[in-house]
């Protein structure tokens, strides 16, 4: 496991989150960085192993995020990404989980959703876990100053 402060981690997060981010058009609702608890290689949980997670809403102006995510789909494929979940569902929706084999993060793409469902974005991204040096992580939204 890798140490670094939440800070550290979030940091060095953010802009692959945003080189993902900036293959989509979409106008941003709300964005949220938080430092949330994870297991560690045994299953325990203490206060020092935390993960970045990062969250998103928003809508495509254009009416077509599911065409974007079947695009990113086709280009993280590309990549030799691993793609964990991608399904069409009935409301037009697609969800998407692929994780990036160099850096172990995560990333979820979902549409589908009411009221907007062919506009609407609710995307994840995470970390791997990592150990804070410092000890105790204080858990919760991170202020990242860029971001």
């Keep these: 496991m890798q140490t670094r402060t939440p800070h550290q981690a979030a940091t060095e997060f953010l802009p692959q989150v945003e080189d993902v981010?900036?293959?989509?058009?979409v106008e941003r609702e709300s964005f949220e960085v938080r430092a949330n608890r994870c297991e560690g290689a045994q299953g325990e949980t203490r206060d020092d192993l935390f993960y970045?997670?990062?969250g998103?809403?928003?809508l495509a102006p254009g009416n077509d995020i599911a065409a974007q995510i079947e695009a990113t789909h086709a280009r993280w494929q590309a990549q030799g990404w691993e793609m964990t979940r991608f399904r069409k569902l009935d409301s037009g929706g697609v969800n998407l989980t692929a994780t990036d084999p160099a850096s172990g993060n995560t990333y979820t793409l979902d549409s589908g959703f009411k009221p907007a469902p062919e506009a609407y974005l609710a995307a994840f991204f995470n970390t791997p876990c990592f150990q804070s040096p410092e000890?105790?992580?204080a858990f919760g939204p991170l202020q990242v100053p860029g971001f």
């Design 21 to 25: 981010l900036a293959g989509l058009s």
């Design 135 to 137: 000890g105790q992580v």
């Design 56 to 58: 998103l809403r928003g």
């Design 52 to 54: 970045i997670w990062v």
